[in-house]
């Protein structure tokens, strides 16, 4: 059964960092590239970061600089450290292996940036 198990989300004041990880099993996450994506209310889900199965990364203009995904291959694990949060980043953030165009997406975990 394929699994993405989003954790390290929550409250966290204008300019304060998270750090978001989520474990996918391990035939899905060594196959694929993975990406987080976020959903804000009444927003379509858009694009945040991506990471390649070669660690190439790729990110959302909005958050370059800010934002770094990684990926542990030994724990088949993705993460996303988040810097220098701003209040318009509130949304659920979602993690996904293979695309936006994939059924491989994780629950969600809401992080909430308070101003």
């Known amino acids: 059964q394929v699994q993405l198990v989003e954790s390290g989300g929550g409250l966290v004041q204008a300019g304060g960092s998270l750090r978001l990880s989520c474990a996918v099993s391990?035939?899905?996450?060594?196959?694929?590239?993975m990406a987080w994506y976020r959903q804000a209310p009444g927003k379509q889900r858009d694009l945040v970061a991506s990471?390649?199965?070669?660690?190439?990364?790729g990110y959302a203009d909005s958050v370059k600089g800010r934002f770094t995904i990684s990926r542990d291959n030994a724990k088949n694990t993705v993460h996303l450290q988040m810097n220098s949060l701003k209040p318009e980043e509130t949304a659920v953030y979602y993690c996904?292996?293979?695309?936006?165009?994939?059924?491989?997406w994780g629950q969600g975990t809401q992080v909430t940036v308070s101003s």
């Open positions: 990471i390649t199965t070669g660690c190439n990364t």
């Open positions: 391990r035939d899905i996450f060594r196959r694929n590239a």
């Open positions: 996904n292996a293979g695309g936006l165009y994939s059924s491989y």
